[in-house]
């Protein structure tokens, strides 16, 4: 379902593309994307979804701050100007 939601909102736009475009594409019915994305607007939220890699060294670049060695992440608050 995914895949053809992506497409269509590439090829179409967010107006143009329906929840019944998608769900017709991908062989489905409409009310499983109302069940499980609540509709057009969570559909393209998880459809458009980009995820970033993180590297897991902190090199000094404050970008990379809170990612700490083994892959574990914690929030980063970048220190501001020296007192």
């Known amino acids: 379902?995914?895949?053809?939601a992506q497409r269509q909102f590439a090829q179409h736009g967010y107006a143009a593309t329906t929840v019944e475009g998608v769900a017709d594409t991908a062989g489905m019915s409409?009310?499983?994307v109302t069940r499980?994305?609540?509709g057009k607007d969570g559909l393209?939220?998880?459809?458009?979804?980009?995820?970033?890699?993180?590297?897991?060294?902190?090199?000094?670049?404050?970008?990379h701050?809170?990612?700490?060695?083994?892959g574990e992440h914690r929030r980063a608050l970048v220190p501001g100007p020296p007192a």
Do not use: K, Q, W
């Not at 998880?46 to 995820?51: G, I, N, S, Y």
């Not at 701050?65 to 083994?70: H, I, K, L, N």
């Open 36 to 38: 499980y994305f609540g």
């Open 65 to 70: 701050a809170g990612c700490a060695p083994g």
């Open 44 to 63: 393209f939220l998880v459809a458009t979804r980009v995820e970033i890699p993180v590297s897991h060294s902190f090199d000094g670049d404050p970008l």
């Open 30 to 32: 409409p009310n499983l």
């Open 1 to 4: 379902m995914l895949e053809h």
